[in-house]
């Protein structure tokens, strides 16, 4: 009766069945502070009492089948709720067109009450338990998630650790002069730490926010900034700091939220003559946080915002018997994806799928094309160099191709923090815009106008082949273009990721039941692909899944197996037609078309991708 027991598990047996590992792990990192790890505890169990009983509910049952979020059954959309309904309840007004968009897991971007003009989008939070006043109350969050519930919806958002905005009052009171609050933060009186600092710490904003300190003229000292100047780091190794902050994570559980995106998490502990990222105290903070998750809120789950290169990405799964987080990015496949965009060669993009499909099953992917933030090229360059590419020009290569620099690119998009030192600009730029609709339609060309359609959908295909949770930029269902009115806005104009945060063109929005508009090509061919991938359990994140040869470097091709059902899926990147060979084709019809394969050779478009499926008894 073991299903019984687990639904009857209460917070004390969860706590007496992980306390251990949580106690010594506390312990290590916090020096035997009895006093603190004893706050800790009271405040979990502070947390549970608070937890209403239909998220109890949701708890237990979600531990029956705590591999809930690992089918291929959850399509997530991410949007800013001013950008999409003006405020929250504007967004719950609109959720009848989230159904029609097949989205069942909904990423809010930060929502939480942040300066004006020094917010970093939301990123700098100035209280953690208050709703931005111009998008609504907690209220209104607490409503939005009950019905996106009842609506069989996931709600994700994000939890910003790393800082507080300067306004928070812990902030406002280490510059006043409270010790206690300074040491939340990393308080120094001279230049002599943070200069040995800066000598090991790379730097995340080198355009738009140089150097990882900033001088504090009320408090009259230096504190560190990692990102932006009104953004201060917290000291987690103060353990007051993790008390608190495991708290404010918690009461968001509490709303109603379904999945806590750790911001920024990387870069949570801080040492002296190291990079500062990916220290080994971050697994131990991280490992904490999944204990008191479990403990408190067990149907809540995880998602490490880690923008690393592979080898520092999957150490945050943890291991099989102590995992992390329970959801990671899948972001060099993402920047790979664009590098094969401007390419229109797939060897990179191959020898990075080969390595994500050799992990374990059990480590989930959020899988996207394009994100509120720019996009950073961390390619495997050692494989590049392979074929004759160096780091820096095949960064400038990109980066003129996707800017629609390079002659006869139809992509659009923008430079993001140009660092001409290291020649290491990132980009910005929408999927519509990226895949050249928004130059195609400007010349009014039909032709260049389809190729644009064709090559923004087998992107999205692409990436619903792969295991993990796709999730959706808000806007690409319409093939929305890039917003360049930020250029206008003084508050805005200096950090070009606002190119792809426009407002949700809704009136474009209108034309997507109409299948001759771009809207609607788009529109319909997502919503078929969306629904392919949820109603055939080959797309489940348990299949085999691998790479088939296509002796062509630009078409890609993967194979899944699942159950007794088989996938076989062509993406041609190239700008030319291709034909792909297959080599049963009398086993295969055209998942989309139902059509019999009877060919051995089918012929792609540039742009185009094809889905053969095959079941057997
Ligand atoms: C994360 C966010 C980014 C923000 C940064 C600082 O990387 O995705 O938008 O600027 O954290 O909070």
Known sequence: MESTKMERLTFDERLEALGPELKSLYMELYHDDEKAY??????????????????????ENRQQNPDWYKGCDLVGMLMYVDCYG????????????????????????????????????????????????????????????????????????????????????????????????????????????????????????????????????????????????YQWDLNYANPVVFNDMTENMLFLCNQGVDVIRLDAVPYIWKELGTNCRNLPQVHTLVRLMRLSCEI????????????????????????????????????????????????????????????????????TFLNYL?????????????????????????????????????????????????????????????????????????????????????VDLMLHAYMFTLSGIPVLYSGDEIGQENDYTYHDNPLKAADSRYLHRGAMNWEAAERRLDPGSVEGRLFAGLREIEIVRTTHRVFNAGADVWLMDTWDDGVLAIGRYYEGEKLAAYFNFAEQEKWVRVDTPGEFYNLKTGEKIGDDSICLPPGGYIWLFAEFE
């Open 38 to 59: 004893s706050y800790f505890i009271d405040m979990l169990r502070r947390s549970y009492e608070a937890r209403s009983e239909q998220l109890k509910v949701r708890d």
């Open 86 to 229: 003006g405020n929250l309840e504007g967004v719950r007004q609109k959720l009848d067109y989230l159904r029609d968009c097949h989205v069942n897991y909904l990423h809010l971007m930060p929502l939480l009450e942040s300066p004006e003009g020094k917010s970093d989008g939301g990123y700098a939070v100035s209280d953690f338990r208050k709703v931005q006043p111009s998008l609504g109350t907690m209220e209104d969050l607490a409503l939005l998630s009950r019905d996106c519930h009842q609506r069989g919806m996931v709600l994700c958002l994000d939890f910003v650790m790393n800082h507080t905005s300067e306004d928070h009052i812990w902030a406002k009171k280490a510059r006043e002069g409270d010790i206690s609050c300074q040491e939340r933060y990393f308080f120094y009186d001279n230049w002599d730490i943070p200069n040995e600092y800066e000598k090991t710490v790379p730097q995340v904003f080198p355009t738009t926010a140089p150097g990882n300190f900033t001088w504090c003229e009320e408090a009259k000292k230096v504190v560190m900034t990692t990102f932006y100047p």
């Open 296 to 363: 408190v809120c067990p149907s809540c789950l995880l998602l490490g915002e880690v923008v690393m290169e592979p080898s520092k990405v999957v150490p945050y799964f943890g291991s099989v018997e102590k995992p992390e987080c329970h959801l990671l990015y899948n972001v060099t496949t993402m920047a790979t994806t664009w590098h094969t965009v401007a390419t229109h060669d797939v060897k990179l993009l191959r020898h990075q799928l080969g390595q994500v499909f050799a992990l374990p099953r059990e480590y």
């Open 370 to 454: 394009r994100c509120h933030d720019d996009i950073g090229w961390g390619l495997d360059y050692d494989f590049l160099k392979n074929f004759g590419s160096d780091e820096v020009a095949h960064k400038k290569f990109l980066n003129d191709f996707l800017t629609g620099k390079w002659a006869g690119s139809p992509s659009r998009g923008e430079l993001y923090n140009d660092d001409p030192r290291l020649g290491d600009a990132r980009l910005c730029g929408t999927t519509a815009s990226l895949c050249g609709l928004e130059s195609a339609r400007k010349e009014g060309d039909q032709w260049k106008i389809d190729w644009a359609i064709r």
